[in-house]
């Protein structure tokens, strides 16, 4: 079975705009385009139901029901219970308030570990609890890769241990994380695990149960959605952290990790990114009822149209004497995302960037806050790696621009 491309990108609005249809979009390590199912719900509660929830008129009621919605459908995507999912404006804020929420839980001297692989989201906020005594431990890249040592992190943990901070998938990196494995070794010690999904969820299923993670991090418009933080905490973590949200609250878990009022439309929309996904899967597949086993099945689709489009990109650069990939230069998705980052001996990557948005190829280039991880790899941060980064609506002539491009500029 292979992804029916023309349906899925007649469902992404984006690609009906004569412009934007231009432009071969591989930044979506950054943004991904909305579909078309979160563009009408977000169209529907603005225009019908943007007041506040929870009211008896009619407008109110349906703001609260689309958020209720979204908390249900959401979970149950995650195999999460829907008291464990919080909403946030972004992961980067999610982080920020989750670090102050876990800080009461810890005395001085107590231990967390930071990568330096990960996104600066789901690294700065525990670095900077050095300063109220706790000792941060740094588990570090190979230099010439990238790549975390799994078995590096058993000289890092210990009974003192409280957490362990990293990444599914890194958004430079790219390359999959065994986050079960990790879980296992930082839960014999007794310590949590918190980690940032963000690279990896566009990509398939996310089933925190079988990750056995405490948090897990997704940010839902690099997932088709829209502009907001999804932050999946295990049930008696939730308990233990200290309520951030407005005293006379205490007792909700929705808003324990909540110090603000949320944007009601966006939450509600989010819904829209797994009507997406079984949009998909009803056009492909014959009904099942798990709502986990429909969103594993349109991951494979994904995978396997995506491993077409990454393998010639990495071939190509694997040929190449003068560019360096970061993270493991293997096109097999149980392996890596389809985010693939290099530099040049010979070209800045300000220079393979500029020659690849003259060509309409939508990218980047720099650290992509992964700052300390272009640091350890030597790189100046702002000059950093190019990133060409893909997601299942992209096509292979998308990837043939790109290739080139590169046959030229290199
Ligand atoms: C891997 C990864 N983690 C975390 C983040 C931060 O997400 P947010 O923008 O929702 O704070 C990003 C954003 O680029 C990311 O790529």
Redesign the pocket.
Known sequence: MTLDLDFVRARFPAFADPETARWAHLEN???SYAAGPVVELLTELFSRAKVQPGWGSAPSQVAAAAMERSRQVMAATFNAGPDEIHFG???????YVLARAMRPMWLAGDEIVVTEQ?????SGVWRRLAETGIVVKEWRVDPSTGLLDIDALDELIGERTRLVAM?????VAATINPVADVAARVHAVGGHIVV?????APHGAVDVDALDCDVY?Y?A??TYGP???MMYTRGSLLEAVAHQGHFFNEGRPDTRLTPAGPDHAVIGATAGIVDYYDLLHAHHLDPVADPVERIRAVGALFAGHERELVAPLLAFLADRDDVTVVGAPVADPAVRAPTVSFHSSRRSSAEIYGALIAARVACGHGH???HRLITALGLDPDDGVVRVSMVHYNRADDVARVLTVLDEVL
Do not use: I, M, W
Request: glycine residues 12%; hydrophobic residues 25%.
């Open positions: 390590a950054g943004g404006p972004s992961t980067s804020q999610n982080t990960d996104h600066e989201a789901n990444t599914h998938a890194s958004n940032d999904g963000v690279s990896f991090l940010s418009y690099k502009h907001v933080g992509f806050y992964a």
